[in-house]
Nanobody, 125 residues
């Protein structure tokens, strides 16, 4: 069992930065891949970024490449999402999610078993 808690969201002006954190509880966190997803009002939940259990493999949605960076510290049971050059269209609730690592990063939310409660990110123009 893995429990996830996100933090770090808030209100920021366009062009600004935020760093989201996802802290996990559970002995098996280091064997889990972790993904960040987001959901804006009236829209479906979408993939943002993901990282393998060791941190050696990452993947990003095209719309965040070059702006967002995912990383993890397994000693702290934490995954981070550094978000730079934020745009108003990045406004959404951001969720972290985890699943057992089987050798490939998956981008569909349906593949992830454990979810956090979400943290709101609002980017003003």
């Amino acid at each position: 069992q893995v429990q996830l808690v996100e933090s770090g969201g808030g209100l920021v002006q366009a062009g600004g930065s935020l760093r989201l954190s996802c802290v996990a509880s559970g002995r098996t966190f280091s064997s889990n891949a972790v993904g960040w997803f987001r959901q804006a009002p009236g829209k479906e939940r979408e993939f943002v970024a993901a990282i393998s259990s060791s941190g050696s493999t990452t993947d990003y949605a095209d719309f965040v490449k070059g702006r967002f960076t995912i990383s993890r510290d397994n000693a702290k049971n934490t995954v981070y999402l550094q978000m730079n050059s934020l745009k108003p269209e990045d406004t959404a609730v951001y969720y972290c999610a985890a699943r057992e690592w089987y050798g490939a990063i998956l981008t569909s939310p349906g593949y992830y078993r454990y979810w956090g409660q979400g943290t709101q990110v609002t980017v003003s123009s």
